[in-house]
């Protein structure tokens, strides 16, 4: 019962990362996911995680309610154990709230916030689309991933993962649903220019830092540098 109740917990509090990102996708252009491409791709990767409809249509009619909430993205970067570094994507209706418990999180885990471009120079903002295996071999991915005008493909046994510039994300994503179908996911994200491995000690309070960023309301998405051997991944997964 209280392992069904963490699941349920995070869970809802996963639905209402989503729900804040339609809204706000829905408020910064049209309504309408066919004219609106960041709506489309947010409806889309909350599709993928079973949100229900409803949960969708709520979110995109909050962002046409005269009492909706103004969100702003803000980024925030800094350093955990081991001069690793990190980068929290956030929406909030308040700023001064989520800097102070971002900066909170960090001082707790033995870590610093730093200024806004002190750490994304080490990382490269990149589009990146799954699909799961069923989409197609890696061959025939590789050259759907081509002639969409993407950069690479990854291809393990939990699926394929396309990685395309930034900027033509959306163009990418749509042809790609063409040749491939509906994506899994489709989403901008910061992946590191060089990792930095660390030892279990250290991961274990990395891990700990993230879960805890990744807990606040208010925080969307958290990236790093850091890499742990499996044997060490295996040891604190269990």
């Given at each position: 019962?209280?392992?069904?109740?963490?699941?349920?917990?995070?869970?809802?509090?996963?639905?209402s990362k989503l729900a804040r990102e339609i809204?706000?996708?829905?408020?910064?252009?049209?309504?309408?996911?066919?004219?609106?491409?960041?709506?489309?791709?947010?409806?889309?990767?909350?599709?993928?995680?079973?949100?229900?409809?409803?949960?969708?249509?709520?979110?995109?009619?909050?962002?046409?309610?005269?009492?909706?909430?103004?969100?702003?993205?803000?980024?925030?970067?800094?350093?955990?154990?081991?001069?690793?570094?990190?980068?929290?994507?956030?929406?909030?209706?308040?700023?001064?709230?989520?800097?102070?418990?971002?900066?909170?999180?960090?001082?707790?885990?033995?870590?610093?916030?730093?200024?806004?471009?002190?750490?994304?120079?080490?990382?490269?903002?990149?589009?990146?689309?799954?699909?799961?295996?069923?989409?197609?071999?890696?061959?025939?991915?590789?050259?759907?991933?081509?002639?969409?005008?993407?950069?690479?493909?990854?291809?393990?046994?939990?699926?394929?993962?396309?990685?395309?510039?930034?900027?033509?994300?959306?163009?990418?994503?749509?042809?790609?649903?063409?040749?491939?179908?509906?994506?899994?996911?489709?989403?901008?994200?910061?992946?590191?220019?060089?990792?930095?491995?660390?030892?279990?000690?250290?991961?274990?309070?990395?891990?700990?830092?993230?879960?805890?960023?990744?807990?606040?309301?208010?925080?969307?998405?958290?990236?790093?540098?850091?890499?742990?051997?499996?044997?060490?991944?295996?040891?604190?997964?269990?």
């Amino acid at each position: 019962m209280h392992r069904k109740g963490r699941q349920d917990a995070v869970r809802s509090k996963m639905f209402s990362k989503l729900a804040r990102e339609i809204t706000v996708a829905a408020k910064a252009g049209l309504p309408d996911p066919t004219m609106n491409a960041r709506l489309r791709l947010a409806i889309q990767n909350a599709k993928a995680q079973s949100m229900p409809r409803d949960n969708i249509d709520r979110a995109i009619k909050k962002a046409t309610g005269a009492d909706s909430e103004n969100y702003e993205e803000v980024r925030y970067e800094g350093y955990g154990p081991g001069g690793t570094a990190i980068i929290v994507e956030a929406l909030t209706d308040n700023r001064n709230r989520t800097a102070s418990n971002v900066r909170s999180i960090f001082t707790k885990a033995g870590g610093a916030l730093g200024e806004t471009g002190s750490v994304s120079f080490s990382f490269d903002h990149v589009g990146e689309i799954t699909y799961k295996p069923s989409a197609g071999d890696p061959d025939t991915v590789m050259e759907a991933a081509i002639e969409a005008g993407a950069d690479d493909v990854e291809t393990d046994e939990e699926g394929h993962t396309i990685t395309c510039a930034f900027e033509s994300l959306g163009e990418v994503a749509k042809a790609l649903e063409g040749a491939l179908g509906e994506a899994e996911t489709v989403k901008a994200v910061w992946r590191s220019q060089n990792n930095v491995p660390v030892d279990e000690e250290r991961a274990q309070s990395l891990m700990k830092l993230i879960d805890s960023l990744e807990d606040d309301d208010d925080v969307q998405n958290v990236y790093s540098n850091f890499e742990v051997s499996e044997e060490v991944l295996a040891k604190l997964s269990a």
